[in-house]
């Protein structure tokens, strides 16, 4: 080998050295580069609770939820006693109780017995002694066709007294004898006519 050789030799092997580089680093160019994964997060996951809704309440204080109110309290010490109207009257008899029905009964039968009266001048006079059922039944009555105009006050007297309340007094008139049916509401309370009727002597 000549001395010229030797460089030529050299610059061969220098330009393969060269070739191999460049061939490694076109294939390293044409790899394809691996793709880029999205990191994950190692923060734990957190939920978001929404709390259940309360009950509102209104402006007197107690829950719209029926099963949120306080249970009743009673109290008292028993059943109250309410006042009621039917109250049965209840009397005896005794002298005080005869002779005012007799003197009422008396009194009443005359001025019944009125017939020269015009109505409205015998029914004002008249019905203050009657109750207020009977004053309302004699307004149909005809004062002119009462048939006495005398009691004789004095001959009254009791012919039923089965009860302390209603009783019947007879006395006589210059029409024969009639008969008042009186009653009342109570021991102290005054004795009122109920009706006015010609004795029945059948």
Sequence with gaps: MTIAAKPRAAMI?????LAVAVTATVAGCGRAQPERSTPVSTS???TTITP??????????????PLDWPTPTVTGTGPVDHPTDDVVPTATW??????SLISAAGHALAVYGQPGLDFQSWFTQVAPLMT???????????PSNIPFDQVDTASCQITNDMSA??????CGTNAGPW????????????????????????
């Design 52 to 65: 259940p809704a309360t009950a509102t309440t209104d402006p007197t204080g107690l829950s719209s939820d």
């Design 165 to 170: 309340l209603v009783a019947t007094v007879t």
């Design 13 to 17: 092997a220098a330009l393969m050295l």
């Design 179 to 202: 008969e008042v049916i009186e009653a009342r509401t109570g021991q102290t309370q005054p004795w009122l006519a109920v009706s006015f009727l010609p004795q029945d002597n059948g």
């Design 44 to 46: 734990p996951a957190t």
């Design 94 to 99: 005794d002298d005080v109780s005869r002779q």
């Design 132 to 142: 207020a059922d009977a004053s309302n039944n004699y307004r149909m009555v005809d």
